[in-house]
């Protein structure tokens, strides 16, 4: 999105931080909520929330009444939270339901205050040229949320009850539904326009985002990571609107190679690909020279270090370290060396 007058103050250091900020800490909220969920669902295992090899991918029809053995066990525990539904849409439409109104509330009070009018607006804002506001930074952002998104929603709609594969669909669709509609009133605002190059780098974000998903060994081999470190332009850690100090990687990791996994020293390397920009959002004042940079990257692979350090090599064995691969999975750290090779 653009701002009317040409300037874009929710991508600013301040305000788009946080409302990036907010969004993420939504997911990460109802992560948890998913986790303590599946976790009192636990003490009572139903059909639903209990997969296994043995059974067949798509559950029977939750609205359908448990068999009595099951629906007498889980009225016995007590473990479900009065509030939440029996049924399973009622619950993937309750979580829907809390994270749109969340946004729309949250958008109501710092995006759209100044109201709606005017008609539907549109802008072009370019892509990754050096005459961009941004120079391609903000729209890895969208492309970025848009997949964390789906990555975090998704384990949230296993929790409640869906199959791996109605759970990716889901949290696709939630994901490319909500940025979708900021978009679309972004371009009734009055204060902003509509915005193409946003819209398809949402759908990148949100088809990537399922694409890795639906095909483990891709998913195995390949992460969209953020690393952030704070610029010099920044006055505060804020690495959702801090563009220049942010870089998007793509990272191939060793440990989805079965030559390379067998080794007892490359099984922990991964390569990155990435890039980053700088100068091209300094302060008021302060004159800067816009720079955009491709980067590679040999780094350590966190995912397999925990396994073998703490789980005998298994993945995904505990909550816990299913959460740190996640983490390790969209966030970068700086486990990591680089080189540099500037375009402009």
Known sequence: MTAIDGSDPRCGPESHGSARGLTLAFLLAASVLAALDAAASAV??????????????????????????????????????????????????????????GVAAYGAAKWWDEGFGGG?????????????????????????ASYASVRLLTPLF????????????????????????????????????????????????????????????????????????????????????????QRYLIVAKADAVPQLKEHPLTRYLEVSFGYGVSGFDPPPGVTATPQRSFYIGLGLNLSRVLADAAYGGKRGTTGFQRGADLAFELVQFPTAVYARRGID
Do not use: C
């Open 158 to 245: 296993e929790a409640i009850g869906n199959d791996p594969v109605q759970a990716r669909l889901i949290a696709s669709l939630a994901t490319f539904g909500t940025f979708a509609a900021i978009e679309i009133a972004d371009g009734f605002s009055k204060a902003y326009t509509f915005s193409h190059e946003d819209m398809l780098m949402n759908v990148a974000g949100t088809l990537a985002g399922y694409a890795l998903l639906a095909y483990p060994a891709a998913d195995d081999l390949l992460d969209f990571r953020l690393y952030y470190r704070k610029s010099q332009y920044s006055s505060s850690w804020d690495p959702f609107g801090d563009y220049d100090g």
């Open 44 to 101: 009572t295992p139903s059909a639903e929330s209990e997969p296994s090899p043995a059974v067949t991918l798509y559950p029977r029809p939750a609205a359908l009444p448990l068999p009595a053995n099951e629906s007498s066990a889980v009225a016995d525990s007590g473990s479900e939270p009065s509030f939440w539904p029996k049924s399973l849409p009622a619950r993937n439409a309750l979580v829907i339901g809390a994270g749109v109104a």
């Open 120 to 144: 539907f607006k549109t802008g072009n804002e370019g892509w990754f040229g050096s005459g961009t506001q941004y120079g391609g930074a903000d729209k890895l952002g969208h492309a970025y």
